[in-house]
């Protein structure tokens, strides 16, 4: 269950208090304070409202929030937390309506026109196509319409033209393929009840037909899809949502890879144990952001494979060891990110490989505090660091080893950024070869304590490039 994604298993606390007295007296001259009293209103009325109420706080409880729905990235990952009891999540600048039994096309317009927070129109229990139509155009991004019990597909599709994030449909009793075909289109999120959707799937099996409502009134969630063809995969890379999540599928064929590669979102393929080499191929050209997490062996070659993929990101969690000559290879890799976040160890020449990766490298916070107490920042440990740390060396608080200035001149060669922001202690040779990387960040000069060199060379006094000096007054 997600966060505001099931408004009728939800705590509804209304908190008037954000109303000022000012828009209470406005009010209070043809409508109840308290909107959820209102059970009628005119256009006019409605306009007023939109214009005027500045919104309330609701404040939900939910309970049964899952570490899937909420932190996605984790899927196929032995995660090492569990969420229990209750979340709480406050809603600002809402206009709760549950009182309205009926609304026409033009009173639906007037009230899209508020813009503030979540619309609350729980107690219709029924919607013309014209009024869904005029509520599509609300821009308070939340829509609730938690009353309807039916929808057809005209209504459905009208509805789906609505460009906010949450579509509310939590008390719909049935769902046919046509209406869930139509709901498709919308490119949020969409609430609808467990029941309703656990009979949908029963009785709609996944088919290049039926595959964008799937993967829609699902949002997303597709993990209970344990097989698939080709034509339902290429059918499903249509669909317009942030991402799909196939975790049910073991094992992938090249034409349904294929399929699958034109999808625009990203991509959860994190019970796959294996690739053949023809279906490494055709994921290849995949490009967004492509989550492998249940491959846990790995080698050079297939590693080789892997760094040709067109992806943005790739995500390996189920990797717990990594060796030099496969790290190497996937440091190849041209994407942007690469996600290895179930590393149970690190060694430094498996580091030294990964730091030749010029994006981000996800690791785990304590295999890197592992990594950075057995291994001391040196000339041929200073680029792994870096790399490690994601360029913010901030615990470096000095740079006086005998081969400090050996570290400074590797430390400059790094592409990419590179920050010292807790800097205090340093030799003027160290210095002046850490600042021929130009975009270096270091403390202001005037507060660092210039030593004597540490390798035993004559100390002369330093000079400020004016470079520098121009950079440092730049600074915020």
Avoid at 394 to 407: E, G, K, R
Wanted: hydrophobic share 45%.
């Amino acid at each position: 269950m997600n966060i505001l994604a099931r408004p009728s298993l939800l705590v509804f606390a209304l908190l008037v208090a954000g109303m000022s007295l000012g828009h209470a007296r406005l009010l209070a001259d043809e409508l109840p304070e308290d909107t959820n009293k209102i059970e009628s209103l005119t256009p006019e009325q409605a306009r007023r409202l939109a214009k005027e109420f500045p919104g309330v706080a609701m404040e939900f409880e939910v309970k049964g929030v899952s570490v899937e729905q909420m932190f996605p990235e984790s899927l196929g990952v032995d995660v090492e937390f569990e969420l229990k009891g209750v979340v709480t999540q406050v809603v600002l600048g809402c206009l709760p309506l549950n009182g309205l039994k009926s609304l026409d096309a033009e009173t639906a317009r007037a009230l899209a026109g508020y813009a503030k927070g979540a619309l609350f129109l729980n107690g219709l229990n029924k919607l013309s196509n014209e009024a869904a139509k005029a509520l599509a155009e609300f821009k308070g991004g939340v829509l609730y319409l938690d009353g309807l019990t039916t929808l057809d597909a005209d209504t459905a599709k009208a509805l789906a033209e609505f460009k906010g994030e949450w579509l509310h449909l939590d008390g719909l009793t049935t769902l046919d393929a046509d209406t869930a075909t139509a709901l498709a289109e919308f490119d949020g999120k969409l609430a609808l009840p467990d029941k309703v959707l656990k009979a949908f799937f029963a009785n709609n099996p996944a088919t290049p037909e039926t595959a964008l409502a799937w993967a829609a009134v699902s949002n997303c969630y597709l993990s209970h899809v344990v097989t698939l063809d080709a034509d339902t995969a290429k059918a499903l890379a249509e669909f317009k949502g942030q991402c799909l999540i196939l975790n049910g599928l073991t094992a992938l064929d090249a034409n349904t890879a294929r399929g699958l590669s034109g999808y625009k979102g990203d991509l959860y393929l994190c019970g796959l144990t294996t690739l053949d080499a023809d279906t490494t191929k055709a994921l290849a050209e995949f490009k967004g952001y492509l989550y492998l997490n249940g491959l846990i062996t790995r080698d050079a070659d297939t590693a080789k494979a892997l760094a040709e993929f067109k992806s943005l990101h790739l995500g390996l969690f189920g990797l717990t060891t990594l060796d030099p000559d496969t790290a190497k290879a996937l440091a190849e890799f041209k994407g942007e990110g690469l996600y290895l976040d179930g590393l149970t160890t690190l060694d430094a020449e498996t580091a030294k490989a990964l730091a030749e990766f010029k994006g981000f490298l996800g690791l785990p916070n304590n295999v890197l505090k592992a990594f950075f107490a057995k291994n001391p920042l040196t000339s041929e440990t200073a680029l792994a660091w870096a790399a490690l740390a994601k360029g913010d060396l901030f615990y470096v608080t000095a740079l006086d080893s005998p081969d400090a200035v050996a570290i400074a001149q590797a430390l400059a060669t790094r592409n990419g950024p590179l920050a010292l922001p807790n800097l205090k202690k340093i030799s003027p040779k160290t210095l002046a070869a850490l600042i021929e990387k130009e975009d270096v960040e270091i403390p202001l000069i005037e507060s660092l304590e210039l030593i004597p060199e540490p390798d035993g060379s004559v100390t002369e006094d330093f000079v400020i490039p004016e470079s520098l000096e121009k950079r440092q007054r730049r600074r915020p």
